[in-house]
T-cell receptor, first 116, second 110 residues
Framework: SAVISQKPSRDICQRGTSLTIQCQVDSQVTMMFWYRQQPGQSLTLIATANQGSEATYESGFVIDKFPISRPNLTFSTLTVSNMSPEDSSIYLC?????????????FGSGTQLSVL | DAKTTQPPSMDCAEGRAANLPCNHSTISGNEYVYWYRQIHSQGPQYIIHGLKNNETNEMASLIITEDRKSSTLILPHATLRDTAVYYCIAFNTGGFKTIFGAGTRLFVKA
């Protein structure tokens, strides 16, 4: 299994500002993922954070709004830029260690973001 | 990744078995079925996964139909703490990208 530390756990921000969320894993992992969960909704994949290359974004998400860093195999950050109230959500980091039938996703505890 | 469909909500009496169904009729041969649950906006928690055979662990059992087009997660003795949203996911290990459906909100009642 993988232990994931996600910071901050929650924040309240003013519109127009930016917030950087950190995700630290206790072991080296190939793939890290960032999800958004809007109030009362399911999880939506934002992007896959690739070590040593640019992140791969899903439809509807762009790098200018959600820049991602992946400097090594245990750490990633997601920045929510130029925030608006519509960005109020839970943001979740996940990793996928293991291979084959032992592969499973593990999730951080999430960052609850409220934008005023 | 295969799309999954689940009932939006279910009720279960405490101490009884909770049987949560999932349809994944477009699943391909190399896609596993995974179950996760999310309790009160925490990060999703892994429960169980399988490919073809039925699986059991300390948390639950997973029954996959022979044609693999549907599965059932069984919580043998539901407790109040099992109240959560349960997600059924089908994806190709090695493909990594995981798409979540709407899930089933399970209410366990005393």
């Amino acid at each position: 299994s993988a232990v994931i530390s996600q910071k901050p756990s929650r924040d309240i921000c003013q519109r127009g500002t930016s917030l950087t969320i950190q995700c630290q894993v206790d072991s080296q992992v190939t793939m890290m993922f960032w999800y958004r969960q809007q109030p009362g909704q399911s999880l939506t994949l934002i992007a896959t954070a690739n070590q040593g290359s640019e992140a791969t974004y899903e439809s509807g998400f762009v790098i200018d709004k959600f820049p991602i860093s992946r400097p090594n195999l245990t750490f990633s950050t997601l920045t929510v830029s130029n925030m608006s109230p519509e960005d109020s959500s839970i943001y979740l980091c996940s990793v996928g260690p293991g291979t084959g039938e032992n592969e499973k996703l593990f999730f951080g505890s999430g960052t609850q973001l409220s934008v005023l | 990744d295969a799309k999954t469909t689940q009932p939006p909500s279910m009720d279960c009496a405490e101490g009884r078995a909770a049987n949560l169904p999932c349809n994944h009729s477009t699943i391909s041969g190399n896609e596993y079925v995974y179950w996760y649950r999310q309790i009160h906006s925490q990060g999703p928690q892994y429960i169980i996964h399988g490919l073809k055979n039925n699986e059991t662990n300390e948390m639950a059992s997973l029954i996959i139909t022979e044609d693999r087009k549907s599965s059932t997660l069984i919580l043998p003795h539901a407790t109040l703490r099992d109240t959560a949203v349960y997600y059924c996911i089908a994806f190709n290990t090695g493909g990594f990208k995981t798409i979540f459906g709407a899930g089933t909100r399970l209410f366990v009642k005393a």
